[in-house]
């Protein structure tokens, strides 16, 4: 079956646009997140979905980082006035239900650069 | 908080020979262990997981045995070969929680 997709795989953006940023998750999977991995780093975790609702958005780094995932299934991150520091790939991952016991399968990331 | 510190890459080994990638890790609970792996090219994939003290995680190969006395996880394998060349990523999940905390990666470049 198809795995987590994201689209688009790379983004070149200007200092100061608006981007998004689209996750696909595994069909039926109710709890999706989404990670930034900065260059030579670890991902690090952003927020988490359960169903429609961000359970979890205690990640996201300012209030220029927002995500929606309003059918419970497609998730869009969005970003605002981006800066170069936001420079990462930006990976997202879905899981059958939330909790320690479902493994949390990743998309291969979008690469946004900022100029 | 919680934390994962891996050994630095980039590791180059040839074929056959024997692997280790330093994983320890500070946290306040019982965490989960995780190594994922992430291929050229391709998404972090799970190799291979422990989820209390003393168990074994195996895949591929792959073995990690979860220490809490020295709050390590080890990765290990016996013989490399160059479809592992690929990034190493150990990673916690408190108990409870859903959020995963990784260590940098270790880069592994197997030659012929």
């Known amino acids: 079956g198809a795995g987590v997709s994201q689209t688009p795989s790379n983004k070149v953006t200007e200092k100061g646009k608006y981007v998004e940023l689209r996750c696909d998750p595994i069909s039926g999977h109710t709890a999706l997140y989404w990670y930034r991995q900065s260059l030579g780093q670890g991902p690090e975790f952003l927020i988490y979905?359960?169903?429609?609702?961000?359970?979890?958005d205690s990640g996201l780094p300012n209030d220029r980082f927002f995500a929606v995932r309003p059918e419970g299934s497609v998730s869009t991150l969005k970003i605002q006035r981006t800066e170069r520091g936001d420079s990462a790939v930006y990976l997202c991952?879905?899981?059958?239900?939330?909790?320690?016991?479902?493994?949390?399968?990743f998309g291969p990331g979008t690469r946004l650069t900022v100029l | 908080g919680n934390s994962v510190t891996q050994m630095e890459g980039p590791v180059t080994l040839s074929e056959e020979a024997f692997l280790t990638i330093n994983c320890t890790y500070t946290a306040t609970g019982y965490p989960s262990l995780f190594w994922y792996v992430q291929y050229p090219g391709e998404g972090l994939q799970l190799l291979l997981k422990a989820t209390k003290a003393d168990d074994k995680g195996s895949n591929k190969g792959f073995e990690a045995t979860y220490r809490k006395e020295t709050t390590s996880f080890h990765l290990e394998k016996g013989s490399v070969q160059v479809s592992d060349s690929a990034v190493y990523f150990c990673a916690l999940r408190e108990a409870g929680s859903y959020q995963l905390t990784f260590g940098k990666g270790t880069k592994l470049s197997v030659i012929p």
């Open positions: 991952a879905s899981s059958l239900l939330a909790g320690g016991r479902n493994e949390q399968f």
């Open positions: 979905f359960q169903g429609t609702g961000a359970a979890d």
